[in-house]
């Protein structure tokens, strides 16, 4: 349970502050609900019934913080190349509501965004995820938004370049093969 003023995680949503507990008649059904402020100044009603089965969560303490941000540090995870099934497990990761997982959705998906670009499903993902990511680490971090933001995507260019790099030495142009020659005889970039 809950109580007014703690800061939350709502999954797919991001973290905000229970702003009250209010009893409400929907359909003619009264329950108790969190309303819970979110970023924007947008309020949402989670019925404290559901509350734990939906996978609302305290926010993360300066301690997991740390290990979020050595999550964006690291190297990206393997993800399918089928667009529909890296698309599906990602999803399956920020619904889980675990911090962890939506920074390596985050990381996974903007070292992707830097080698070949995203499909607009996938950039809509992204953005979705870094704004479920922020939320939580200005709260945890009490930060402010550009602060986090800034702190994100320094983390990511950083170990891009890092793992990048690394990779180029070991496989020159991070490809076994980085060119696609048909039949006629033009070279052309795969």
Known sequence: MFNVGDKIVYPMHGAGTIDAIE???????????????MPGEVKVMVPISKAQEIGVRNIIDKEEAGKVLQILEADETEMSSNW?????ENMDKMKSGSVYEVADVVRNLSYKQKEKGLSTGEKKMLNNAKQILVSELV????????????????????????????SDTIIPQGNIVSKFIP????????
Not at 183 to 190: L, W
């Open 23 to 37: 009893q409400k008649d929907i359909l003619g059904e009264k329950q108790d609900y969190y309303i819970i402020k």
């Open 84 to 88: 529909n099934k890296r698309y599906k």
């Open 139 to 166: 709260l945890a971090e009490h930060s402010t938004e550009d602060e986090v933001q800034n702190l994100i995507e320094n983390k990511i260019n950083i170990s891009f370049e890092e793992h990048k790099n690394m």
């Open 183 to 190: 039949f006629n005889g033009e070279s052309q970039n795969a």
